[in-house]
């Protein structure tokens, strides 16, 4: 089963991702922030990792770039969440290490369609 | 796949609530220390509300947030000074999000009590540094569906850098993607793929040229390649089209902006991915006019509940135990079988416990907004105040702390007014011109005690008494001590404001303070030194759920009476009892003569045939007012679990609730209050007749 790690500091987004991921089939950890989700990134092998960019303690930013020094995670496809439509935010996600984006607000089709793209 | 997203709102209301409470707390500290981190979890709030909000389609709210989240940048970065203007406006615009939250909440419209402060903030964003705002409703690009006519089949070149493996892109799912649009032929370029020796398996050293027949338009494509334009050379070139106008190489301009390393030979760019944001198909459809279920929830720490489950596997494991000596019990086992109850009690104990700890909730919860409120004042008093809280993180019930909030706040409000004084008026009593108002909590016994304190003027209890003395509260000349004089003024109708005052209104309230706070089994203290301050000390039970109780005996019937009502108790042999005007029997305590209440005679309860003479006084306080309950029997105490009436049965007078005793019968909780209204109301109509 496809293991996905689903990172966001608010509750109500992070439920209705997991939520929506687990209703696909999908194997889902929440996490509520960065430190929270490299703690269980190490522990678990995730296919697939899912992460807000604003979040106190540890960014969603500072995730990627920490997710991709460990060799488990150099080529995991790791999605953004974010409401920035602006180019040089998605930019500065992709030169993190980030695989792509997801839109805010972005419905659960949208979310399950972006995630069986990465996986195929 | 149908997911109801109307099972998050309580979650998401919750946490916008959380969201702005932290929004206001952190506003009210940035005018005297704006570091970046304070802006940034303010910023970090309005945006999580923002997200939330376009998520569940709380559209006004999140266009609402968007504005104000473009000023939080702008402050973040520092092309905004941070102003009290500023603050202001967040502060009122957090206000005003409250207020829609709560709307929505209660199934009601939104209203456009937030388009004022939108336009508000567009103005000032729009004389401010930064561009106006970008609307964060996605829009649908239909700038593609040009005239030319379909193009049918495409060429694509596509040559990704060497490191993209390591952006998690792999190039099958580009082409997957693009299969779905038509017929896909692939034609990989080998070319720069390295020796063996030299080969690094995470890099990708190969292109390819692509060929896709399908009715599908440029942008489509582009989308597919979205996350790795700066990753790769891409060129897309059309080669027929439907209409049968072939167009030679479209060019796409490049957007200068945006783009980063241009590749000078390259003919065809890809890029202005502006307008290609993958976009919600579909607009929020009519607001769905279901009304979210507002339950009350609370939020647990996982540590509580992880200490209900250990109690409740060694409950398990106690009960399998005793079950174990009782399958063939013997005499000689009955050690075994004390040991196991009263292992038994002592974890039943802790499971009681543990259980009501899973509603106390941190004070800080009811602290947190008073801070708003003493800037608030102190700015429309002209006066000025440092609020210093301690012991945020007590916790007590819930109920409790939902009660205590308006009590808490009224004395507050009634410190700033009339405790701090004027910083002319300090100034001249040598104090520093900054008033220090301290909000203290702690535990003490069973019980909460917070603390409010001001180092203000101080209460003259001279003054108190003539006002009491005035109003006809207490006889002329009566000795009094300095504390009894001061809690006067937390008597009906009682107030000494020169001046009535729009803050701390018109006198009514302390009285409805002390009587909301004994509502709550707890009482009021004041001290106060003249110049120097003046101390209130609210004491609070840590819960309503649970009752210190005395349980007493009338006739054949278990009662119980709250613990801290009881003052004494009399033989009524040594009672020294007469009847005063409308036969009314009274006792005479000290100085002052107080009611008796025959409980047998006021629940019509079966007389034994005693002696009248048998039996207890048991003299009880209530909203100080003092009564003599006439039973027969002081029995034990202990703590009872309440039961409401109201919702088996229905209210009664004199009664607050009920309760299970240990042998399985039912006893009803007396209500001190009540019981003396009950009494007098009685006298009264046998006056009247």
């Given at each position: 089963m496809t293991k996905i790690l689903a990172v966001d500091d608010s509750a109500s987004m992070r439920q209705m991702v997991s939520f929506t991921l687990k209703s696909a089939g999908f194997d889902v950890t929440e996490a509520a922030d960065g430190v929270e989700a490299l703690r269980a990134a190490k522990t678990n092998a995730f296919d697939v990792v899912i992460s807000d960019?604003?979040?106190?303690?540890?960014?969603g930013l500072s995730l990627v770039r920490e997710l991709r020094t460990l060799s488990n995670y150099r080529f995991v496809p790791i999605l953004m969440l974010t409401t920035e439509s602006s180019n040089d935010k998605k930019q500065a996600g992709r030169s993190a290490g980030a695989t792509g984006w997801i839109v805010k607000p972005f419905n659960p089709d949208q979310l399950l369609s972006t995630v069986r793209k990465v996986i195929g | 796949m149908d997911i109801d997203l109307s099972q998050f709102y309580q979650v998401f209301f919750e946490e916008s609530f959380e969201g702005l409470d932290t929004m206001e707390h952190e506003l009210l500290h940035l005018e005297e220390d704006s570091d970046r981190e304070n802006i940034n979890t303010i910023f970090r709030a309005a945006h999580s509300i923002k997200g939330g909000s376009a998520t569940f389609n709380f559209k006004e709210v999140a266009e609402f947030t968007h504005v104000m989240e473009t000023l939080l940048d702008e402050m973040r970065e520092g092309k905004r000074p941070v102003e009290k203007e500023t603050v202001d406006l967040l502060l009122r615009s957090v206000d005003c999000l409250r207020g829609m939250l709560n709307r929505i909440q209660d199934g009601e419209e939104v209203g456009d009590s937030h388009i004022d402060l939108v336009n508000y903030f567009n103005e000032l964003l729009s004389n401010g540094s930064s561009s106006g705002s970008d609307s964060p409703a996605t829009e649908v690009d239909d700038s593609s569906a040009d005239s030319e006519g379909e193009i049918t089949r495409w060429s694509i070149h596509f040559e990704p850098e060497a490191?993209?493996?390591?952006?998690?892109?792999?190039?099958v799912r580009m082409f997957r993607e693009l299969k779905g649009y038509g017929e896909l032929t692939a034609k990989a370029n080998?070319?720069?793929?390295?020796d063996f020796d030299e080969l690094k398996p995470e890099s990708c050293f190969m292109s390819w040229d692509l060929e896709l027949d399908g009715e599908v338009d440029e942008d489509a494509i582009k989308e597919t390649f979205e996350w790795v334009e700066d990753d790769c050379k891409l060129e897309i070139k059309p080669l027929s089209s439907a209409g049968g106008k072939a167009k030679a190489a479209k060019v796409v301009s490049a957007n200068a902006d945006e783009t980063t390393e241009e590749n000078e030979e390259e003919e065809v760019q890809t890029s202005n991915v502006k307008n290609m944001?993958?976009?919600?198909?579909?607009?929020?459809?009519?607001?769905?006019?279901q009304k979210p279920a507002s339950t009350a929830s609370i939020r647990v720490g996982i540590d509580k509940v992880d200490t209900l489950i250990d109690l409740v596997g060694e409950l398990v494991i106690t009960q399998s135990m005793l079950s174990e000596v009782g399958e063939n019990f013997d005499i000689s086992k009955l050690n075994l079988l004390l040991s196991g109850l009263g292992e038994l009690e002592q974890k039943t104990r802790e499971l009681q416990e543990s259980v009501m700890r899973i509603r106390m909730l941190p004070i800080g919860f009811v602290f947190n907004r008073l801070p708003r409120m003493v800037r608030d004042l102190s700015t429309q008093l002209s006066k000025k105040v440092n609020l210093e809280i301690k012991g945020e993180s007590t916790e007590l019930d819930k109920t409790v702390m939902e009660q205590i909030g308006d009590p808490l706040t009224h004395l507050v409000r009634n410190a700033l007014d009339h405790g701090i004084e004027s910083v002319d008026r300090r100034i001249e009593a040598g104090k520093s011109e900054t008033g220090t108002l301290i909000l203290n909590a702690f535990h003490q016994g069973g019980n909460i005690v917070i603390e409010i304190s001001d180092d203000g003027a101080g209460i003259n209890p001279d003054i108190i008494y003539r006002k009491a003395v005035e109003k006809g509260l207490i006889p002329d000349g009566i000795e009094m001590p300095r504390e009894q004089i001061l809690s006067l003024i937390m008597e009906p109708g009682f107030s000494t404001a020169e001046v009535v005052s729009d803050?701390?209104?018109?006198?009514?309230?302390m009285d409805v303070v002390k009587r909301n706070i004994n509502n709550l089994g707890g009482n009021v203290e004041i001290s106060s030194e003249l110049g120097k301050g003046t101390t209130f000390t609210i004491r609070l039970p840590l819960t309503l759920a649970i009752l210190d109780g005395q349980l007493i005996k009338v006739g054949d019937e278990t009662f119980v009476l709250p613990l801290v009502s009881i003052i004494e108790s009399v033989p009524l042999s040594m009672a020294e009892t007469s009847r005063i005007a409308g036969d009314m029997p009274v006792y005479k305590l000290h100085e002052d003569y107080i009611p008796i209440i025959d409980l047998q005679e006021e629940f019509e309860i079966r007389k034994n045939l005693g002696a009248s003479n048998d039996g207890l006084l048991a003299i009880v306080e209530g909203e100080n007012r003092k009564i003599a309950l006439r039973i027969d029997e002081l029995l034990g105490q202990q703590q009872v679990v309440i039961k409401s009436l109201e919702s088996h049965y229905k209210s009664i007078q004199g009664v607050s609730g009920a309760t299970i005793l240990g042998d399985g019968r039912v006893s009803l909780i007396l209500d001190i209050v009540g019981l003396s209204k009950r009494a007098s109301d009685r006298t009264h109509k046998k006056l009247v007749a």
């Open positions: 960019v604003n979040m106190p303690n540890m960014d | 490191y993209i493996l390591e952006t998690g892109n792999e190039p080998l070319d720069k793929v390295p944001v993958p976009v919600a198909s579909e607009k929020p459809a009519a607001k769905a006019a803050v701390s209104g018109r006198g009514v309230g």
